[in-house]
């Protein structure tokens, strides 16, 4: 057979082994199939809790050997102490359907319940589970479904609703090897890359932290418009000395999973930035501690080393933070569609709509209706599941770095 011809019409035996893990069980299984001339047409193989199960997909053995062939393969896995389960038949697996997609679900626990209904809401769209295999154990559970046969976009409309009601975060990424290129990930900084409020920190130097509160949490909510808001609260800071900057930027607290999701994006070649309704005295000064490659905020304007309650030059809004990511994604030579936005305000939703993947990170309700995604757990690095990146290839990373 010519290496481009497919073994479609060609009889198959399928080879099932399973049983306690142990090393050399793979290579035992196919010394044992090479003595009989046949050629691989697939292999899958996964290991659970130290249990192994190793499925291959070779061509039929010349003209009565399949009975010996049988015999062989049982009598190897008995004395491995595994079982053994053949099965003759026609061709390769059927091709999959139109339309692949990367289903990652994240659970806190994961429930028997929830997967169940997950899988069903999958199958009702016409799709097929194709491979399963966890991304991760903590700090949560994350799976991932490889689906064919389904629209993307009809999948992930049908499965965020039944995410809301089973309280998992699920998102859906189109297949294809966009997946594994060169990436650009963009963040919102208040409440998503940090802990703060900045502005409330400022605030708090400057005695008016209850006004600016209620304000940003309008503003959040999208009761306010973005810049109204914005010079509303500035002007509450005027007065304030410049000193304070230094202040704000040592009381700044990243969110749990920061360093690492910069850390591991950075490692597997993306980009990675900030854009902020805030301000650059605080931004500038995550880029240089972060590494990051774009920072864009709001400026304080400072006169005679006090801040004057202005801001000046141009003014990152609601529209500015999506305008931002495609400067960025033209500056690092990345398409749109290869781009990801996580923030969690409304003042973020047009740059969320605007990225190939916008996530909601415990974001408010009008914000996560409208996201590709949701991340409802406290971690940002879980979002690097959603990219297909696996918690072991994030220590592995780690590990590195300290040798």
Known sequence: ???????????????????????????????????????????????????????????????????DLRATVHSWAESMKMQAEII?????????????????????????ESTARIAARITATG??????????????????????????????????????????????????LHRRAQRLVVMDVDSTLIQDEVIELFAAHAGCEKEVAEVTAAAMRGELDFEQSLHARVALLEGL????????????????????????????????????????????????????DFAQANTLEIVDGRLTGKVVGEIVDRAGKARLLRRFAAEAGVPLAQTVAIGDGANDLDMLNAAGLGVAFNAKPVVRRAAHTAVNFPFLDTVLYLLGVTREEVEAADTHDEE
């Open 88 to 112: 003759s038949g026609l061709g390769d697996n059927r091709p999959r359907g139109l339309g692949r997609s990367h289903v990652t679900v994240l659970g806190h626990p994961l429930t028997a």
């Open 1 to 67: 057979m010519s290496a481009s011809q497919t073994y479609s019409d060609v009889p198959t035996i399928l080879v099932k082994i399973f049983g306690k893990d142990r090393p050399g069980i793979t290579a035992g299984l196919f010394d044992t199939l090479a003595a009989y001339s046949v050629d691989v047409v697939d292999i899958e193989q996964v290991v659970t809790r130290g249990r192994i199960v190793l499925c291959a997909l070779v061509t039929e053995p010349p003209a009565g050997q399949e009975g």
């Open 241 to 292: 000395d410049a000193s304070v900057v230094e202040k704000v930027r040592g009381e700044v607290v990243l969110t749990p999973g920061a360093r690492t999701l910069i850390r591991t994006l950075k490692r597997l070649g993306f980009q990675v930035g900030v854009v902020s309704g805030g301000f650059t005295q605080v931004t500038d000064d995550l880029k240089e501690r972060l590494g990051l």
């Open 127 to 176: 799709g097929n589970i194709d491979r399963i295999f966890r991304l991760a154990k903590y700090p949560v559970t994350a799976v991932e479904f490889a689906v064919s046969g389904a629209d993307p976009e009809t999948l992930r409309t049908a499965l965020v609703t039944e995410s809301v009601a089973l309280g998992v975060d699920v998102a859906v990424v189109a297949a294809g």
